[in-house]
């Protein structure tokens, strides 16, 4: 077994797009592939630059069909493959993601978004047919270069698309990080990979969404193969969700967040108690599956309030995890820059306290502070 | 009347079994009689056998008709969505370069659907060979319009024929991808007779040894037959195949060593290749 240094292995300041490639090629990852669009380019960038270093390939793909499409086919040979782009570039990708979840394959996408808008593209799925994906989102960079890794790991585990879902503030805030592999146990080894060695021995191999088989194989029927991934993606609801909660135990308020959001929610959370008010909150650290039981544990409180940047789509899962125990409102709502890319004046650590406090002092029918608005429009 | 004697076996003679190729499966199949895909496939697995690559071969599959060929071949397969399938390969051959890498395609997955998909392709010169399969209909709808549907032909949804006006024109896939400086070796061959098979069996050998040898992008499209979708008679689809979609999508070789050839100069040759054989045919037989 060759050991290649692992580059970024010593601590230093680092943005989270550079952390998020060598977390990966760190945890294996040999095959990139991309299209680039603010705030993911520098996520491409890195690969570029880094993955030839260890043997590995990263195309500038002509568009981001054909980007998912490659990826696709570096996982067909068994070797660790990524994609990513903003929400918008994978809007362009869904088809194949239901179609890769359908064949089993372990494919890990980035998506650095321009907010958190993406919620529900990212755990619905924009694609058809019944699919999931595991979602991982991560607060900051040191935990990015861990979920990062983690994420190779579940893909390969439950032969099921797992997808990273960070922000503008993930892809360029430097932090102070190393970049060490981390040792997850092992995964089931990729007998299915195809390398064209039973081409013709009478056993070869067919990597199908379709729930085919070769003549002479026992046949699946498409009906057997998607039950099978249900069964699959049931047993994954059971046993992955994650979350980070605080000061639950007695509550009168929990808030609920999840990126690099809930970075400055947790933040307000800490000194609100510090000052003696019962709040505390739930960070969810995979969407999908979603935690639910440690958000029903914010069941007990007054009120449960949503602090997302967005209309409002992860309070649907939160609503659906409360089942109507406490009322839950959103305290978030849209803002961004000029530029659109999702990094707007709501973002602040005063003005979440004055939203969380509105919520805590005044329940759930409090009047909130208005949304500040932006300061100026680039267009 | 003549009478041809079947009680025993003409010396000679090989059963259908012998000529079954190495690599394929024998099983139920849904494709309809007459069908001209399963003759350009057999071109394909030979070459496969021929030249000794058997067990470093991987092939990506897309949407159509064949893509029944995935439990009928024993390949080492990967399913692509219907388009897809030269970015898969891409892929594939990224990560295993040894690989002998081939996509097999219809004109719907390829020139409709995926179009930019085999012109990137090749245009990055991926040693990779695509393989079209063009009948000009998606055979699998039930035989509709697609991007090399020649002008005049009917289809369920050109009732009284492709009008330019209307639909606009065919393209000429195998004439694009030549002008790609990535593209190594391009050609169009035809299974309406049993020559066209045996000139396309060669063009699939040339396009896998110029992946072999690194040459670049390589590609080979197909006219097949397709009387389900062409709503004819299964007798007479290879003559319209020959007369309707052949004289179009002209048969020959149209790149190469990096010298691209025009319509022209194909149907120059191709006339000149049929005077040959009809002198032939003159004079005693096609044997030697
Ligand atoms: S519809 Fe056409 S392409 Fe499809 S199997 Fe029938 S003849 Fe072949």
New binding site residues.
Partial sequence: MTTIAVRGAERRLMEGSEAIALASIAAGCRFFAGYPMTPFTEVLEHFARYLPEVGGTCINAESELEAVGMAWGALATGARAATGSTGQGLSLMQESFAEITLAELPLVIFNLARGQGDYFQATRGGGHGDYRHLVLAPVDITEAVELTQLAFHLADRWRNPVLVYGDYLTAHVEESVSVDPIDFGPVPDKDWAVDGATTGTGHAKLLSPLGLAKFGAEPIGIEAHLRRIVAKQHEIERTEARAETGYLDDAETVVVAFGSPARFVRSVVRDLREAGERVGFVRPITLWPFPADAVAAAAGARTVAVFELSAGQLIDDVRLAVLGRAPVVGIGGISTDGSGFGVGRLLDVETIRDRVLAVHRGGADAALPPLPDNERTLW | MPTLDTSTEPSGARRVGDLTPDLLLTGEH???P????PLALRCLLDTITDLEVTTQTIGVVGI???TAFTTSIDVDLVQALHGRAPSVATGIKRMRPDAVVFTLQGDGDMVNEGLQEVLHTAARGEAVTCVLLN?G?F??TG?HMTATTVLGQRTKNTIDGREAEYHGYPILIGDLISRLEGASYVARGSVHNAGAVARTKKMVRRALESQRRGDGFSFVEVL??????WFIPTGESPEYLHETLGAVHVMGELKVDGRVKTTDELHTENVARQREVEARLAAGGLDG
């Fill in positions: 849904h494709l309809c007459g069908c001209g895909e159509g008709c064949y009948n209909v055979g699998e035989g097949t037959m397709c009387p389900t979708g």
